[in-house]
């Protein structure tokens, strides 16, 4: 019998609690409604079979470095950076700024009308690095109960429907006609971010099959009650409004339950915003503190007695910046969070390659790292999956081309910003290693007329 963490599991499923996986969602059933409810069950079994070769792959290394080291060996220094920030800390930057306007104006509307609501942004977005900084169990903790609580409203809300009207709620209904491949492929981003599970024991060491098991209940879990929710939604509003509302997910659970709906749907964003958020300020924080101690990131960015303070601070940093600056309604930004999740699928290739690359394949007998065919087949799945999945979505973008500049310009700026750091290195190290040899030599000398 497996047995998952119930923390990492709940912070693998973080992201896909997001109030825009559930926008995506909403939008997705409007536009191709049975079609999209089948590539979600179909993208679920992907991933789950992806996540088990991930989390396998990961048996001979930590859970916090061994993809880096994976890719390193394969890709060089560049990628091995490159891909797992342009992932993770960008989506934490640019996602968060998103979802946590969202949380402001939700409450805004549903909960306090007078509470400003970028205020409440702030407050939220405080709260969350404040937990992270002072007490990073708690912050574990916390995710556990915020995962909870969205799972359980949409739960409800959709049992709600099915319990009110069965038959049209089982039967899915048709979509539009033709396919829209873009949004059919945009059901496999929806279950991404089940790498991060093996984030929630900071550096301690992990089982490699208690981070499979819950990589693995992630996905399951969320494939359940995404899917759910995503039948009940579209039985309960016509489909042409479903694709068009920037908030399918609030005008369903009024369609179903009224106010009471809009209640429960408004703690579940609050709570999906706050599990994305921490899920992904804990991850990435804690990613970059490890790099940082690796080597592969100025010194300045390491952890102690597993906390990330210093990386916690610049995320916190960089999403109230963006939130200042009025990023929150600038449509740039879903640009900016559609390129974050795109990297990710580039970082699941990456990683897949590596191990194709490398040939690794852990064996208890003969004491050799040999390919499984089986193992090594998961893989090519991988990469072609992965690959063919971003370039039908940046083709289908409709803002592709600010979409590949933007991301050409965070590869840069990252390319610049690491090479510097290693100059800035190299140079605190020559200086560093030339006063003590010649202290060295000082010290001798006097020791050695001091003897004469």
């Not at 409203?153 to 006609?177: D, E, H, K, T, Y």
């Not at 949004?183 to 981003?189: I, R, S």
């Not at 908030?247 to 915003?273: C, D, F, K, N």
Request: aromatic share 8%; proline share 4%; net charge positive.
């Amino acid at each position: 019998m497996l047995k998952f963490s119930v923390a990492s599991t709940a912070i693998a499923i973080g992201l896909m609690l997001s109030p825009e996986s559930l926008a995506r969602l909403g939008n997705g059933m409007g536009s191709s409604g049975s079609d999209f409810a089948l590539a979600l069950v179909v993208a679920a079994l992907l991933q789950t079979v992806m996540a088990m070769r991930h989390g396998n792959a990961l048996a001979s290394f930590s859970p916090l470095i061994g993809e880096i080291e994976v890719m390193e060996k394969s890709l060089g220094w560049w990628l091995a950076v490159a891909l797992p920030i342009c992932s993770r800390v960008v989506t934490a930057i640019c996602l968060s700024t998103a979802v946590l306007a969202t949380a402001g104006f939700v409450f805004n509307e549903v909960f306090l009308y007078w509470f400003p609501n970028f205020a409440f942004a702030f407050l939220l977005l405080a709260f969350l690095v404040l937990i992270n900084l002072l007490s990073p169990g708690s912050a574990k903790g916390l995710q556990v109960f915020f995962v909870l609580l969205s799972l359980g409203g949409l739960a409800l809300l959709s049992l709600a429907q099915f319990a009110m009207n069965f038959p049209a709620s089982v039967i899915q209904r048709p979509g539009n006609g033709s396919l829209d491949w873009g949004v059919l492929f945009w059901a496999l981003v929806l279950f991404t971010g089940f790498d991060l599970a093996g984030f929630a024991r900071g550096g301690k060491s992990s089982s490699p099959t208690s981070l499979t098991a819950s990589m693995v209940a992630g996905i399951c879990i969320a494939a359940l009650v995404l899917c759910a929710w995503g039948l009940a939604s579209s039985a309960a509003v016509p489909l042409p409004k479903l694709r068009e509302t920037t908030v399918p997910h609030m005008l369903a659970a009024r369609q179903i339950l009224g106010e009471q709906g809009r209640w429960i749907m408004g703690s579940v964003v609050l709570a999906g915003t706050c599990a994305s958020v921490n899920a992904l300020i804990l991850s990435g924080a804690q990613m970059i503190a490890v790099m940082s101690k690796k080597g592969l990131l100025p010194d300045f960015l390491g952890s102690g007695q597993g906390r990330a303070t210093v990386p916690v601070i610049l995320i916190g940093a960089m999403i109230s910046l963006m939130l200042a600056a009025g990023m929150a309604g600038d449509p740039r930004l879903d640009v900016y969070v559609r390129a974050g999740l795109l990297f990710w699928l580039l970082q699941y290739a990456g990683f897949h390659y590596s191990l194709l690359a490398a040939g690794m394949k852990p064996v208890r007998s003969g004491g050799r790292s040999l390919v499984s065919q089986g193992i090594s087949r998961v893989s090519i799945l991988a990469l072609v999956l992965y690959v063919s999945t971003f370039l039908v979505l940046i083709w289908t973008d409709a803002d592709r081309s600010f979409l590949l500049c933007f991301a050409a310009a965070v590869a840069g700026c990252l390319t610049v910003l690491y090479g510097a750091g290693r100059i800035a290195d190299m140079l605190r190290l020559k200086r560093s290693s030339d006063k003590p040899c010649s202290g060295r030599v000082g010290q001798t000398g006097s020791r050695e007329r001091k003897d004469q």
